[in-house]
T-cell receptor
Framework: KAGVTQTPRYLIKTRGQQVTLSCSPISGHRSVSWYQQTPGQGLQFLFEYFSETQRNKGNFPGRFSGRQFSNSRSEMNVSTLELGDSALYLC????????????FGSGTRLTVV | QQQVKQSPQSLIVQKGGISIINCAYENTAFDYFPWYQQFPGKGPALLIAIRPDVSEKKEGRFTISFNKSAKQFSLHIMDSQPGDSATYFCAASKWGSQGNLIFGKGTKLSVKP
């Protein structure tokens, strides 16, 4: 069974640009969450989606947005990139409502120069 | 505001020893407490999780101890092995919002042969 797939694995962008990251959850999983991981701040929650609806949102500026499609695949977008947005962006999926934990992907390493 | 405090930041244990990592939380609404293990270049992987209605949960060499009155929980790794060398994260969330995890800062464990 395939795990959570995140693309691309690595990305280099310039300050001011925008970026879109993609996440394909485990087949059958309808809940997807996104996290930002940095050495200084650790793992921080960005947003959670279920059935194309955003259920929760973390404390990030409006430059960070996301969406979920009808096939449960999810994307997150960061506009007007700043140097501080350099991080590992992790996606996690779960069978919502089962109490099961979330399975993480390997992440997308974003570097802003 | 750090809602989940984790200690120590790093830990060195001899092979066969017991590794102990501690976490404390502030929000009494939290009722789901997972532990994640992360290897370099990989996303976090769920190890074991507990809810406040039990004081201890064991899965193989991994045990969570939970103290609701003190708002503390800990991970014990028995018979630690070099392959256990990784970064461990405790987390907390409300049941039903497991996709919105508040993570501790992590503990880097090194198990010496």
């Amino acid at each position: 069974k395939a795990g959570v797939t995140q693309t691309p694995r690595y990305l280099i962008k310039t300050r001011g640009q925008q970026v879109t990251l993609s996440c394909s959850p485990i087949s059958g999983h309808r809940s997807v969450s996104w996290y930002q991981q940095t050495p200084g701040q650790g793992l921080q929650f960005l947003f959670e989606y279920f059935s194309e609806t955003q259920r929760n949102k973390g404390n990030f500026p409006g430059r960070f947005s996301g969406r979920q499609f009808s096939n449960s695949r999810s994307e997150m977008n960061v506009s007007t990139l700043e140097l501080g947005d350099s991080a590992l962006y992790l996606c996690a999926s779960s069978l919502a409502g089962t109490g099961m934990g979330y399975t993480f992907g390997s992440g997308t390493r974003l570097t802003v120069v | 505001q750090q809602q989940v405090k984790q200690s120590p930041q790093s830990l060195i244990v001899q092979k066969g020893g017991i590794s102990i990592i501690n976490c404390a939380y502030e929000n009494t609404a939290f009722d789901y407490f997972p532990w994640y293990q992360q290897f370099p270049g990989k996303g976090p992987a769920l190890l074991i999780a507990i809810r406040p209605d039990v004081s201890e949960k064991k899965e193989g060499r991994f045990t969570i101890s939970f103290n609701k009155s003190a708002k503390q929980f800990s991970l014990h790794i028995m018979d630690s092995q070099p392959g256990d060398s990784a970064t461990y994260f405790c987390a907390a969330s409300k049941w039903g919002s497991q996709g919105n995890l508040i993570f501790g800062k992590g503990t880097k464990l090194s198990v010496k042969p």
